[in-house]
């Protein structure tokens, strides 16, 4: 057990719908990555917040976005959903300096878009 | 981005030796990580190894990296079982646009038969 918690587990939305997922860090942990991980492929790289600022991103549209919180936890939220966007998130935290740090990953959070 | 390649599958006999391997081209990567990938989980991290070393060894984990062939291997040995799940290599390494994110391969598919 990491101590990263993702919540919902799973979740089912229809095209258009809008979602929001939600990633507690690992106690002592300041920075929260994000990645997408399709059936079969390795995760993607989505976006990363240190002390509530972005980070870093990767080659993901703007309607992905993100939030953290001043306890370090943090949101992520996806407008307009398209069948493509079925997927496991996945969460990590790090300590550090912006995620140079070892990251550890939550059980995440399995999306199904209709 | 940069590429992480692994060898998609491997079958081994329980009490045998894995060896799993991973080739990156990012020559800016600072660290170099492996994760376990149970079904329907998250990633576990297993080890990593920071690129101005060979060589770790972890229990029944060793990794080696060769940085001029950019080649990364992770031997198991003893493996059980309970070892059967997909390996992930990941590179780390800073990017003006992601920051330090994780840069994943494929995954290998590791089973392991009585």
């Known amino acids: 057990e990491t101590g990263v918690t993702q919540s919902p587990t799973h979740l089912i939305k229809t095209r258009g719908q809008q979602v929001t997922l939600r990633c507690s860090s690992q106690s002592g942990h300041n920075t929260v990555s994000w990645y997408q991980q399709a059936l079969g492929q390795g995760p993607q790289f989505i976006f990363q917040?240190?002390?509530?600022?972005?980070?870093g991103r990767g080659n993901f549209p703007p309607r992905f976005s993100g939030l953290q919180f001043p306890n370090y936890s943090s949101e992520l939220n996806v407008n307009a959903l398209e069948l493509d966007d079925s997927a496991l998130y996945l969460c990590?935290?790090?300590?550090?300096?912006?995620?140079?740090?070892?990251?550890?990953f939550g059980p995440g959070t399995r999306l199904l878009v209709l | 981005g940069e590429d992480v390649e692994q060898s998609l599958f491997l079958s081994v006999r329980e009490g045998d030796s894995s060896v799993i391997n991973c080739t990156y081209t990012d020559s800016s990567s600072t660290y170099l990580y492996w994760y376990k990938q149970e079904p329907g989980a998250g990633l576990q991290l297993l080890t990593y190894i920071f690129s101005n070393m060979d060589m770790k060894q972890d229990q029944r984990l060793t990794v080696l990296l060769n940085k001029k062939d950019k080649h990364l291997s992770l031997r198991i040995a003893d493996t059980q079982t309970g070892d059967s799940a997909i390996y992930f290599c990941?590179?780390?390494?800073?990017?003006?646009?992601?920051?330090?994110?994780?840069?994943f391969g494929k995954g290998t598919s590791l089973l392991v038969t009585p």
């Open positions: 917040y240190y002390r509530e600022e972005e980070n």
């Open positions: 990941a590179e780390s390494g800073f990017n003006s646009n992601s920051g330090y994110a994780l840069n």
């Open positions: 990590a935290s790090s300590s550090g300096t912006g995620g140079r740090e070892t990251q550890y």
